[in-house]
């Protein structure tokens, strides 16, 4: 019998939004496997696990996922992952998948389950929702993300200025992810919109070193860390007469 590969969402930092189900993954018999960027690295999402109290087990192992954009290297990288994932599960073991945030929403743990099914077709694998790291972030900035019929996009900030400039035309809500690179040129925008005292950065929500920074200006020329958002509100965009629930333009 072949295993499962599970991969198990964590929440985004506080181990009290971890759900019944994984925590129940999490206390089985399965293999853990949790990503870092190098060999020996730090696993962000292992350090999630340790703050619940939980023990890893010995049968634990270390997926290299490098931080690149290089997608030659990272399919190398992939299917290394995913031979050491695969041999695990015909030898009818149980695998679980280390994620932050949810499993479903920009996750590695995707590519890991469909390189792993590209190796076996027999190969079974489920993703345990979670919260995301933007949910989280809402939630702790006391920034609800949508209220009645507000549109909401949730986008790389690597997608650059012009796309967010334009998206903010057509949506209520804009949340910005990995900003650290383009910080000081989504500030600059966002100080050209008017737009500052509605915006909000996060930086690792929910964890014990969470940051929220409601003076958004006051972050121009910091370098910030990579697991970071910013939440903007734009009041000033211009909708059309809601009618019988639908917003016309």
């Known amino acids: 019998m072949i295993g499962t590969l599970y991969g198990v969402s964590l929440g985004p930092g506080d181990p009290e939004l971890m759900t019944r189900r994984a925590w129940a993954l999490l206390h089985s018999e399965a293999d853990w496997t949790y990503p870092v960027k190098r060999k020996q690295g730090e696993s962000y999402a292992l350090k999630i696990a340790l703050a619940a109290n939980l023990k ?63 190796l076996d077709e ?11 790291s933007f949910h989280a972030a809402a939630a702790r900035a006391k920034m609800p993300l949508a209220d009645t019929d507000d549109t909401v996009a949730i986008i790389p900030a690597g997608y650059g200025i012009e796309m967010i400039e334009a998206m903010l035309l057509d949506f209520d809500t804009l949340v910005l992810l990995k900003v650290k690179p383009l910080l000081d040129d989504i500030i600059s925008l966002l100080e050209r919109k008017g737009l500052l005292a509605q915006s909000c950065f996060i930086e690792k929500a929910g964890s014990n070193e969470e940051r929220i920074i409601h003076d958004v200006l006051s972050l121009r020329g910091e370098k910030v860390n990579y697991l970071s958002l910013l939440m903007v509100h734009n009041s000033h965009r211009m909708r059309g007469e809601l009618i019988r629930g639908c917003r016309k333009k």
């Open 122 to 132: 027999m190969a079974i694998f489920e993703t345990i929702a979670g919260v995301s």
């Open 56 to 118: 890893v087990p010995e049968n634990s192992t270390e997926l290299v996922f490098p931080m690149t954009h290089d997608r030659e290297i990272l399919a190398k990288y992939w299917l290394q992952a995913a031979q050491i994932v695969l041999e695990k599960l015909q030898a009818g073991r149980d695998v679980i998948f280390l994620v932050e945030g949810d499993a479903s929403t920009y996750s590695t743990f995707q590519h890991l389950a469909k390189t792993v099914a590209g």
